[in-house]
């Protein structure tokens, strides 16, 4: 097992950063990685803090500092340490430079600035809040997209993270013994999708959700015959609908997330194409 000590600073919040060494990190088995995230790094002085740490603590450095200044004290301390810097967005802004004709404006945190796209954001994150779990269904309309799938298919946590990326989410769990309203199948503006998953996995979340509450796992809500029952229900429903359906039983809640847009973009899409 390989240790490394892995430095990432940002001159804003840091989210580019983390996800772009998550996205490296994953392609290597074997390694303990010890990270050190420095966000909002825009002093010399809190820089000089960090370089401390960093030379107790020797390991790669990544960066995303815009300011000319901070930037080359940075990589100056760490090349008399004999440190590696990567700077990893260098290579996009010098190819956006070139096809664009203009320098980078190198505002620190320009992409979070509190702009129409924002509030748009924050507007879809109170929306999902407020229409989870089937609540207020005679406002999915305004939805952009309704997820509906049995209990534990991660409806929640997707519909969360859809709402980041800026679509009004609502969610609604389908259960044998209570019909969803009919106002579910007559929508119009938003885009139905279906989330299955396989009977033993999800038996075995709902057996892990059992037990984290200390309740008894001795249920039809993890019965094998009760669950694959809810399934092809739910299945069936979607079918008859002729709503998408996405399978989640190997998928992380960002690649379903991921899908889910692709689905959005397409039919929009087709919309655009329909209307020339």
């Not at 929640?156 to 609604?172: E, F, Q, V």
């Not at 579910?184 to 057996?207: A, C, K, M, Y």
């Not at 069936?236 to 709503?243: E, H, S, V, Y």
Request: one cysteine or more.
């Amino acid at each position: 097992m390989l240790r490394l000590h892995l430095h990432l600073l940002s001159d804003s919040t840091g989210e580019t950063l983390e996800n772009i060494a998550k996205a490296a990190l994953a392609q290597y088995d074997d390694v303990e990685t010890v990270r050190h995230f420095w966000p909002m790094v825009r002093t010399e002085t809190h820089l000089d803090r960090i370089l401390q740490e960093i030379a107790q603590n020797p390991g790669l450095v990544i960066f995303t500092l815009v300011n000319p200044v901070t930037r080359a004290a940075l990589e100056s301390r760490c090349k008399a340490l004999g440190l590696p810097t990567v700077a990893p967005l260098d290579p996009v802004n010098d190819a956006l430079s070139i096809l664009l004709g203009q320098q980078a404006k190198a505002r620190p945190g320009r992409q979070h600035a509190l702009d129409a796209a924002y509030f748009a954001r924050v507007d879809a994150i109170q929306f999902t809040i407020a229409h989870d779990d089937g609540i207020a269904h005679e406002e999915w309309e305004e939805a952009d997209i309704l997820l509906a799938g049995v209990s534990r298919s991660s409806k929640t946590p997707t519909s969360i993270y859809l709402a980041n990326r800026g679509y009004k989410t609502a969610n609604i769990p389908i259960v044998v013994e209570s019909p969803p309203p009919r106002s579910l199948f007559t929508l119009r503006n938003p885009l139905v999708v279906g989330l299955t998953t396989s009977t033993d996995r999800l038996i075995q979340i709902r057996r892990n959700r059992l037990l984290s509450l200390n309740q008894a796992t001795e249920t039809n809500y993890v019965d094998q015959d009760a669950v694959a029952r809810e399934i092809a229900y739910a299945r069936r429903m979607f079918a008859d609908n002729g709503w998408p359906v996405i399978d989640v039983t190997r998928r992380s809640i960002e690649e379903t997330a991921a899908a889910i847009i692709s689905l959005v973009n397409e039919r929009r899409g087709t919309a655009a194409r329909n209307t020339d």
